[in-house]
Nanobody, 125 residues
Framework: QVQLVESGGGLVQAGESLRLSCLAT????????LGWYRQVPGRQREEVAS???????NYADSVKGRFTISKDNAENTVYLQMNTLKPEDTAVYYC???????????????????WGKGTLVTVSS
């Protein structure tokens, strides 16, 4: 099992910055990828950024050049540095982990997804 706890959300003005943090606990070694998603009421949750176990990153087109995802393996924490925030970045941001877990003594594995409870980011114009 993996537990994810986000922090760092808040209210900022357009053009300002915020840094989100997500602390992962539990079976950390099973995690293959960490990422951030966001969701606005009435809309589907969308992927913002992800970082693989090897450190490869991926970003949504809407945040490229403004957001940076990073991780601190020693602290089991993934960060999302958000610069030049826009009102359209307003959303609940969720931390996500994709993991591979062993399900029996024979070593069979299964992919699992884990989510944090989310942190609200509000950008005023």
């Amino acid at each position: 099992q993996v537990q994810l706890v986000e922090s760092g959300g808040g209210l900022v003005q357009a053009g300002e910055s915020l840094r989100l943090s997500c602390l992962a606990t539990g079976t950390i070694s099973s995690i293959n990828i960490l990422g951030w998603y966001r969701q606005v009421p009435g809309r589907q949750r969308e992927e913002v950024a992800s970082i693989s176990k090897g450190g490869s990153t991926n970003y949504a087109d809407s945040v490229k050049g403004r957001f940076t995802i990073s991780k601190d393996n020693a602290e089991n924490t993934v960060y999302l540095q958000m610069n030049t925030l826009k009102p359209e970045d307003t959303a609940v941001y969720y931390c996500h982990a994709g993991a591979t877990i062993v399900v029996n003594v024979e070593g069979a594995t299964r992919n699992r997804e884990y989510w944090g409870k989310g942190t609200l980011v509000t950008v005023s114009s």
